[in-house]
């Protein structure tokens, strides 16, 4: 699986490009230096596309802090409260402070304006492979509405396709229902891209429902949107009773998977077998004789 590629500039680059030189940086308090913060002291970044966090992960998370230690500390900004608003890191706040119940933790500040701090984190988040389609697509609408940057230009900061960045903002734009199905795993990204391809948000509720109660493929939902744009119905291709009842009596006869594929009266029989062993047994029961 090819590797999924981040920003053409990652974290690390934006945030050394916007810290002082090394001599500010040993001044107490200044940005880029390492503190421990005290855990309630520091608050979320209101720009985090993330909304949900296995409860699974973030145990082993914890419990591979516990063990080797928090190898990559928090980047926060300053409030003007004394608080600090976390800017990467989340989960690691996270595991710590709901599973390990540690009192502070070590944090690397930073000084950033509110557009400098929202590229931040969002920069952060889509680096991670781990989010769901819908708060991917979150990140990338907030991104374009922050940097006020094209589809194009969105891609090329990415190192991703234009086509990634385009179906990524047409998905966010479905209905709130079909946003759940998609982050839930209910409706996959090539239903819904499909479901995206009707213009009435009722008609595609009325699909995406569909589609999930009776496990439409791909292809059948786009075959239902291109039927809503066109008015034009294919019929339905059913097989008959007798063909299903002749692939259940050889299934039973052989003890294996098997498929008729019938054309008019003619067709073709297909016995599966998974080992030599089996065949041989196959053939047995065909009436083959063993080879001499």
Same mark, same amino acid.
């Given at each position: 699986?090819?590797?999924?590629?981040?920003?053409?500039?990652?974290?690390?680059?934006? +945030?050394?490009?916007?810290?002082?030189?090394?001599?500010?940086?040993?001044?107490?308090?200044?940005?880029?230096?390492?503190?421990?913060?005290?855990?309630?002291?520091?608050?979320?970044?209101?720009?985090?596309?993330?909304?949900?966090?296995?409860?699974?992960?973030?145990e082993?998370?914890?419990?591979?802090?516990?063990?080797?230690?928090?190898?990559?500390?928090?980047?926060?900004?300053?409030?003007?409260?004394?608080?600090?608003?976390?800017?990467?890191?989340?989960?690691?706040?996270?595991?710590?402070r709901?599973?390990?119940?540690?009192?502070?933790?070590?944090?690397?500040?930073?000084?950033?304006d509110?557009?400098?701090?929202?590229?931040?984190?969002?920069?952060?988040?889509?680096?991670?492979?781990d989010?769901?389609?819908?708060?991917?697509?979150?990140?990338?609408?907030?991104?374009?509405?922050?940097?006020?940057?094209?589809?194009?230009?969105?891609a090329?900061?990415?190192?991703?396709?234009?086509?990634?960045?385009?179906?990524?903002?047409?998905?966010?734009?479905?209905?709130?229902?079909?946003?759940?199905?998609?982050?839930d795993?209910?409706?996959?990204?090539?239903?819904?891209?499909?479901?995206?391809? +009707?213009?009435?948000?009722?008609?595609?509720?009325?699909?995406?429902?569909r589609?999930?109660?009776?496990?439409?493929?791909?292809?059948?939902?786009?075959?239902?949107?291109?039927?809503?744009?066109?008015?034009?119905?294919?019929p339905?291709?059913?097989?008959?009773?007798?063909i299903?009842?002749?692939?259940?009596?050889?299934r039973?006869?052989?003890?294996?998977?098997v498929?008729?594929?019938?054309?008019?009266?003619?067709?073709?029989? +297909?016995?599966?077998?998974?080992s030599?062993?089996?065949?041989?047994?196959?053939?047995?029961l065909?009436?083959?004789?063993?080879?001499?």
């Amino acid at each position: 699986m090819k590797a999924r590629r981040g920003l053409g500039r990652g974290l690390d680059s934006l +945030i050394t490009s916007s810290l002082p030189g090394r001599d500010a940086m040993a001044e107490e308090g200044s940005s880029g230096q390492i503190l421990r913060l005290a855990v309630a002291d520091i608050v979320p970044s209101p720009w985090q596309p993330r909304r949900e966090f296995d409860s699974g992960a973030l145990e082993e998370l914890a419990f591979s802090i516990r063990d080797s230690g928090l190898i990559s500390p928090l980047v926060v900004r300053p409030l003007k409260d004394g608080r600090h608003e976390l800017i990467a890191g989340e989960r690691r706040l996270r595991a710590v402070r709901d599973i390990l119940k540690w009192a502070d933790v070590p944090a690397r500040l930073m000084t950033a304006d509110d557009a400098k701090a929202r590229e931040l984190t969002l920069v952060e988040n889509l680096q991670r492979a781990d989010l769901n389609p819908i708060e991917e697509a979150a990140a990338y609408s907030e991104l374009q509405s922050s940097l006020g940057l094209t589809h194009e230009a969105i891609a090329e900061r990415l190192h991703v396709s234009r086509a990634k960045i385009t179906n990524a903002l047409r998905l966010f734009r479905l209905p709130e229902e079909i946003k759940k199905l998609v982050a839930d795993g209910s409706l996959d990204m090539g239903k819904a891209r499909a479901v995206a391809g +009707i213009d009435n948000p009722l008609d595609q509720i009325r699909l995406a429902r569909r589609a999930v109660a009776d496990g439409l493929s791909t292809r059948q939902v786009e075959q239902a949107v291109g039927e809503r744009k066109t008015g034009v119905r294919r019929p339905e291709k059913r097989r008959e009773a007798y063909i299903e009842s002749i692939e259940e009596r050889l299934r039973l006869h052989f003890g294996s998977k098997v498929t008729v594929a019938d054309h008019g009266g003619a067709g073709r029989i +297909i016995i599966n077998y998974f080992s030599p062993a089996e065949a041989e047994r196959i053939f047995t029961l065909i009436g083959l004789p063993p080879e001499e």
